[in-house]
Each structure stands twice: as C-alpha cells, then as structure tokens.
C-alpha cells in the first residue's frame, strides 16, 4: 500500500475516533442539564403543593368571613326595621 492511503485511512479512523469522542461528550453534558432541569421543575412542583395549601386555606377563611358578613347584615336590617 502507497503512504497516501496510509494516511487516509489513519485520518479516517482519526476523524471518527474523534467524532465518537465528541458524541459521547455531548451525551454526558445533555444528561447532566437534563438531570439539573429535572431537580429545578422538582422543587418547583414542590412550592405549588404548599401554595396550594395557602390558597386553599385562604378559601376557607375568605368564606368564613362571607357568612360573618352576611350574618352583620343581616343583624342591620333586623336593627333598622325595629328602629
């Protein structure tokens, strides 16, 4: 075999050594932000779950004080008539 074919094929396997490399490269980095996407929706997941519960909670007070007020003015009316 002539030295020009020689150092193609050595280019070659260069060239795909090098193209693997830079795969398995990519592969590493893309699992990693992958992973560091997963953890961040994780823990946003996780400050709905306890808003949920704020709101929640804040429901329930909103219509306790809707019966407060109802019952008030009720109260007033009754107040007026008498008066």
């Not at 004080?65 to 008030?72: G, L, N, S």
């Amino acid at each position: 075999m002539s030295n020009e074919l020689w150092i193609a094929v050595i280019g070659g396997i260069c060239s795909l050594f090098g193209s693997v490399i830079g795969v398995v490269g990519s592969a590493k980095v893309l699992t990693y932000r992958v992973a560091q996407i997963e953890e961040k929706l994780k823990k946003q997941c996780e400050n709905c779950a306890i808003m949920d519960g704020r709101v929640d909670r804040i429901e329930e007070k909103q219509a306790v004080m809707e019966e407060k007020i109802k019952v008030a003015n009720h109260r007033i009316e009754n107040l007026e008539k008498k008066g």
